[in-house]
């Protein structure tokens, strides 16, 4: 896999981090990050070990982006030319059909202040947030890709036309991976912000949930419009209509202009940022080892 396109899926992928319909999963998320390292049962823990525990939850999260994500970048590793070619004329039905879900959903939660539906109303809710144990914070990262993918499928659509085009197993599953990647630096980002802002922020979650699901209803209206029409652009071509001709093209010259801009400087910036990521998770863990040995002094 060529470097930029490895850095464009990346880029991909921490953008898609902060897509609508991954908004009905924030507040019990931001929830469990603050009062999970700073809550009143930990008043007293160090900053520095609030930091770990929120990098470790970041961490755990990614890993069920990644496992996620590999998953399909296997599937589509597995699937023959002649199949490929028989599936993917029904992704645009498929794009449209979500592009209207989530405008229905999006409706529910501009009314209600929630999610509501079989199987809805738990992902809005902090009662229902991941514990402390690994395996339940991996699901709710495997959960957040999964509830993404129905705002976010343009972009993921390029990186599985990334994949198509690749040879070889590992270069097919690269571009998923790398996609997983970015969305977790993303989150990564989110969780250590979470952890130093502490337990104002999570009281301000609590307090304001309603407001922030409406406000997220609207985001995914607008975004299942944009979903809609997007499907709707590459299916009527086929029966003759040319009239959302145009917004093929626009997005076409979107993706374009942002592959040349990471050709010529994105990747630069992109390692930077993952080594400066890398220099502060390190710092991160030892400061928290040497809280606790302070800590455990003290006693």
């Known amino acids: 896999m060529d470097i930029a396109d490895a850095a464009y899926a990346l880029l991909l992928g921490a953008v898609a981090a902060f897509n609508p319909c991954g908004f009905a999963l924030l507040p019990a998320y931001v929830t469990v990050i603050v009062t999970g390292t700073a809550g009143r049962d930990d008043a007293a823990v160090p900053r520095a070990v609030a930091l770990r525990r929120a990098l ?7 890993a069920g982006f990644v496992a996620v994500f590999t998953a399909l970048g296997l599937l589509f590793g597995g699937v023959s030319l002649s199949l490929q070619a028989t599936v993917l004329p029904a ?9 209207a879900l989530v405008i229905a ?45 129905s705002c976010t499928i343009g972009l993921f659509l390029v990186v599985v036309t990334q994949a ?6 590992v270069a097919t599953v690269a571009p998923f991976l790398a ?4 969305m977790g630096a993303s989150v990564v980002i989110v969780s250590l912000a979470a952890a130093l802002a502490g337990n104002g922020l999570a009281a301000a979650v609590r307090r304001r949930t309603p407001l922030l699901m409406r406000a997220g209803g609207v985001l995914m209206v607008l975004a299942g419009l944009y979903v809609t029409v997007f499907g709707l652009a590459e299916i009527l071509p086929r029966f003759g209509i040319h009239a959302l001709d145009a917004v093929l093209l626009t997005t076409a010259r979107w993706q374009s202009s942002i592959s040349l801009a990471i050709q010529s400087w994105g990747t630069p910036v992109l390692v930077t940022l993952v080594a400066v990521a890398a220099v502060a998770s390190a710092w991160v863990v030892l400061a928290a080892r040497r809280a606790e040995r302070a800590a455990s002094d003290v006693r």
């Open 56 to 62: 470790g939850f970041a961490a755990a999260m990614t």
């Open 164 to 169: 198509l085009a690749a040879s070889g197993a």
């Open 91 to 99: 992704v645009s039905y498929v794009t449209a059909v979500l592009g």
């Open 179 to 182: 996609y997983a990647i970015g």
């Open 105 to 149: 959903l999006g409706a529910v939660m501009i009314r209600h202040g929630e999610l509501r539906g079989p199987g809805l109303g738990a992902l809005g809710r902090a009662s229902h947030a991941p514990g402390r144990t690994f395996a339940s914070q991996l699901a709710y990262g495997a959960t957040f890709a999964v509830a993404s993918l």
